[in-house]
């Protein structure tokens, strides 16, 4: 197993963009509540003018190894130090602002770059942008899970935008040019003689 500060946990987050967002991109912020490294111990966890000590149950390894005697022979088994819980070191004297754990929970935005024509469901990574680790241990990914919201008018399918648009049977017998809104403004839509519906 590894010694030293385990990394920090991957977070998720579901993030709600408009339907224009998703079609064209975006850069939406995002607010959370995430563990952060400790300003004050620097994420060491010890308090002022202190230092982590080294373990003296494992050594400063975070493992401890059993030797078992069975009727095959001589077994051995390791696992995380209990004193210092796999860490290699110990507080005595912890951070008055963490109280030893090296990361503090706070507010944090972060601006997430939706790439255009992204669909629903979509979950993007940010790297590193999770939870600190205990101890200065590395941060987490970030997932964000993203819901686009439907659309009055338009409706996606695959790569295609579709609308319905509706029209009279005189419109759609003898021809006629009518203003076609879309997501980049109106267009001219012409609907040639004897048109049928759909």
């Known amino acids: 197993g590894q010694s030293g500060p385990p990394r920090g946990q991957a977070m998720e987050v579901v993030l709600t963009v408009e339907f224009e967002q998703a079609v064209f991109g975006a850069q939406i912020p995002v607010e959370l509540k995430l563990p952060q490294r400790c300003d004050?111990?620097?994420?060491?966890?010890?308090?002022?003018?202190?230092?982590?000590?080294?373990?003296?149950?494992?050594?400063?390894?975070?493992?401890?190894?059993?030797?078992?005697?069975?009727v095959l022979g001589q077994?051995?088994?390791?696992?995380?130090?209990p004193r210092c819980g796999g860490l290699g070191q110990v507080i005595t004297t912890p951070c008055v602002t963490c109280r030893g754990e090296g990361r503090v929970t706070v507010d944090k935005t972060y601006?997430?770059?939706?790439?255009?024509?992204?669909?629903?469901?979509s979950?993007?990574?940010?790297?590193?942008?999770?939870?600190?680790?205990?101890?200065?241990?590395?941060a987490g990914d970030l997932y964000v899970h993203l819901r686009v919201r439907s659309h009055?008018?338009?409706?996606?399918?695959?790569?295609?935008?579709?609308?319905?648009?509706?029209?009279?049977?005189?419109?759609a017998s003898l021809g006629t040019k009518i203003a076609l809104e879309t997501l980049d403004g109106d267009e001219d839509l012409i609907i040639p003689p004897g048109t049928q519906p759909g």
């Not at 077994?75 to 130090?81: F, I, K, L, R």
């Not at 940010?126 to 939870?131: D, E, F, K, Q």
């Open 152 to 171: 009055p008018t338009f409706r996606r399918v695959d790569d295609d935008l579709v609308t319905d648009v509706p029209i009279s049977i005189a419109q």
């Open 111 to 121: 601006n997430v770059d939706v790439p255009a024509g992204v669909i629903d469901g």
């Open 40 to 70: 004050t111990c620097d994420g060491s966890g010890a308090g002022e003018g202190t230092q982590p000590v080294t373990c003296v149950e494992c050594d400063g390894s975070g493992q401890v190894r059993r030797v078992r005697q069975s």
């Open 123 to 138: 979950t993007l990574r940010l790297t590193r942008r999770g939870a600190a680790g205990p101890r200065g241990g590395s």
């Open 75 to 81: 077994m051995v088994s390791s696992s995380p130090c």
